[in-house]
């Protein structure tokens, strides 16, 4: 089980939050935005931001950091490592288990992602056997090519996603995001899709929006 941070908005939270970091970062590095999101009508909340495994990333001149995968090339169609993406997702479905023993149903557990945190919530999702109450892919991409549409799941029609991407993204270029999105779209994925005037990074306007995308999925369980 990967080391979290965790934070709860009440004694006896009754949603779950799963946030992954980016490339380089640690769990401490969405923490401080909790304040910010959360609203005073907002259902208790656990939020767990789990530390990604240290491993050496090929285009860092192999330097090991906090990655969820290897990016092994700038060629955007080469740059995910398969199967430090897989191995990310099976990570995740045990931080999801872990929720559910804790007394949070998959009907009330959301996934979230930034960057490579993002990549691997969006590839996830779309393998789900049983439907989480959604995904949001901050600044990021849908790895895993043509694999997506073979390994598919129905539950994954049922999960409403959220992206947000900043406009001048020298990282994970805007276009990228968008073909994600339509990829996603074309999968029969519902997606509110949301563009801002930043580069690879949040920003207040993006943190409303998330939490109007979170409330309405408050209100509908």
Not at 18 to 29: P, S, V
Not at 50 to 68: D, E, L
Not at 153 to 167: D, R, S
């Amino acid at each position: 089980m990967l080391q979290t941070v965790e934070q709860s908005t009440s004694k006896y939270p009754a949603w779950s939050i799963i946030w992954l970091h980016g490339l380089g970062a640690d769990g401490h590095d969405f923490a401080p935005i909790v304040p910010e999101l959360v609203r005073e009508d907002w259902p208790g909340i656990r939020f767990v931001f789990p530390h990604a495994p240290v491993r050496p990333v090929s285009i860092n001149g192999g330097v090991p950091m906090r990655a969820w995968y290897d990016i092994v090339s700038l060629e955007i169609d080469k740059r995910a490592d398969e199967t430090g993406i897989r191995e990310s997702m099976a990570d995740l479905d045990a931080l999801i288990g872990r929720e559910r023993d804790r007394g949070i149903p998959l009907s009330r557990i959301l996934l979230v992602g930034f960057s490579q945190g993002g990549a691997v919530v969006l590839a996830h999702a779309l393998r789900q056997k049983v439907a989480v109450a959604g995904v949001v892919g901050l600044s990021t991409y849908l790895p895993l090519g043509q694999s997506n549409a073979e390994q598919l799941t129905a539950a994954a029609l049922q999960i409403p996603v959220f992206m947000a991407h900043g406009k001048s993204d020298p990282v994970v270029p805007l276009g990228l995001g968008e073909f994600s999105r339509d990829q996603l779209t074309a999968l029969g994925l519902k997606v509110q899709f949301k563009t801002y005037p930043m580069q690879h990074n949040v920003c207040a306007e993006e943190i409303r929006d998330l939490g109007d995308w979170l409330s309405a999925r408050f209100s509908v369980r």
